[in-house]
């Protein structure tokens, strides 16, 4: 069985950043790409970013583009995000997710990853204003 463990997540001023961290465990599995989605209080679940790591791309949401940056290493199927010039819209729970799906482009890799075959138990980001 695999698991994705989330951590990183906490209280912080607006204009703050933080990292995330998604590690998987378990049995070993080769994914294409990882990646995180939000969900915050009464809104559905969000994409916001994407690694591929057949592509070597990055992905990132319009919300977090700009002030944001998605890294990590596909040997341990280990995802980062860093989020910068936090705002309070940033406040949710983020989910990491991983898919052995074959993809190409923003859009298969948002539909791959919703559909993930493995994702995390999430962890909350509060951003004070």
């Known amino acids: 069985q695999v698991q994705l463990v989330e951590s990183g997540g906490g209280l912080v001023q607006a204009g703050g950043s933080l990292r995330l961290s998604c590690a998987a465990s378990?049995?070993?599995?080769?994914?294409?790409?990882m990646g995180w989605f939000r969900q915050a209080p009464g809104k559905e679940r969000e994409f916001v970013s994407a690694?591929?790591?057949?592509?070597?791309?990055?992905y990132y949401a319009d919300s977090v583009k700009g002030r944001s940056t998605i890294f990590g290493d596909n040997t341990k199927n280990t995802v980062y995000l860093q989020i910068n010039s936090l705002k309070s819209e940033d406040t949710a729970v983020y989910y990491c997710?991983?898919?052995?799906?074959?993809?190409?482009?923003?859009?298969?890799?948002?539909?791959?990853?919703?559909?993930?075959?493995?994702w995390g138990q999430g962890t909350q980001v509060t951003v004070s204003s």
């Open positions: 378990g049995r070993t599995f080769s994914s294409y790409a």
């Open positions: 690694i591929s790591w057949i592509e070597n791309n990055k």
């Open positions: 997710a991983a898919t052995s799906a074959f993809c190409s482009g923003y859009g298969c890799y948002v539909a791959a990853l919703d559909k993930a075959d493995y």
